[in-house]
């Protein structure tokens, strides 16, 4: 320490091998000036739990031996009073990693642990997995379309002294890695592939931030692409249809129930429409009117008497549920009709069920011949709040059976 010159820390070997992510550049790896804008040099080989520093003198090495055996002196000598601030409980889901004289220690834990008062600087570092979230943002696929992706993901610490000693900011670092992540890889796909593989993306994801976070001593455990609605079309489609959520205005990146009772309902209709033509086009059920005009009941009565021409023991098997509508008219008068497929041939009529309906939804009537009519999505009318629905989403969604032979 006292003897000898400043000297530059040593570079890493270029040579070295190396192994690209799924989605970074492999020519970028054989450069030789390729660092990956990361310098650990200044850290032992803590990996293979290596804490050895030969850069430490023979003379820096006999005072930091003197200076601990004095605060071991002192600290066993007033042992009844530094006994409260040198113990330290651990539990089994941490670790602390002490800097002695400003020298990384291994990680000491689980259970009570020895921290020397004024030379060690101790930090508790949590084992457990941890999740957090990006939020929905624009991506501009390989084929020109503009997609609204986000991701969940977990992750946890697997070297303490590596997240500690490695990066300052352990979770926004992670944040702004995963998210350049995801930006750079889903730019280089379709949005075909993107809703096609979305699940394998997530995968290759992964492999592909945890490439960058290990010398952070962080493993990515799992990440869920969560996909939002299509904002741009591909300028070259294919021949069959993407099945995504349209663009409705204020209920772009939506997630969670909704996004799966979208993809639900979208993918039922995008099927149907598949056996018809070889093209889909997406429309705004809000602003626009339908393309095709269907011959429809009037009012909700009659619509009540086309639905009891349709009940059968097979639609009963299909659904297997009872639903009640509280229907209000436009003169402001509220009505209870029910459909009950739980049982028989299946029901229908005015009032109340005899027994507690599985599902109940509330709604206008024109809302209600518009859904039934094809001219309003069942999605669309549940997101802008003009469909309320009390009970099972999932079994809610069943009606759509009764939707289909409608529309038939």
Known sequence: MFNKSYQLLPQRDSSAPRTPGLFVDSDSFT?????KGLSFDYIPNV??????????GWLSWICNLIVIFLVYICTFATFPITGWFVLKTVPNYQRIVVFRLGRVCPPKGPGIVLVL???????????????????PCQVTTRDGGVLSVGADIQFRIWNPVMSVVSVQDL?????????????????????REIQNERIKLGEYLGMDINEMTRPWGLEVDRVELTLGSLLKAPEESSSAPLIMPPSVPG??????PIQQLAMHFLSHSGRSQLQQENSITFTDELSSAPQAVITTPGSVEELLDGVKLLLSETLVHQVGACFQFDITSGDGQHHIYYVDLSQGSGAAGVGPLCQEPDVTLSMSDSDLLAMFQGMLR???????GRLKIQGDIQTAMKLEELIKLIKK
């Open 31 to 35: 450069r030789p000036s390729y660092h």
């Open 47 to 56: 990996s293979q739990n290596d804490f050895t520093d030969s850069s430490q």
């Open 117 to 135: 008062p004024l030379i060690d600087q101790w930090q508790k570092v949590d084992l457990r997995t941890r999740a957090f979230n990006i939020p």
């Open 171 to 191: 979770n926004a670092s992670t944040r702004m890695t995963a998210h350049n992540a995801l930006t750079h890889s889903l730019t280089k796909k379709t949005v």
């Open 251 to 256: 209920l772009e990146g939506l997630t969670g």
């Open 378 to 384: 069942p999605f669309t009318a549940y997101t802008s």
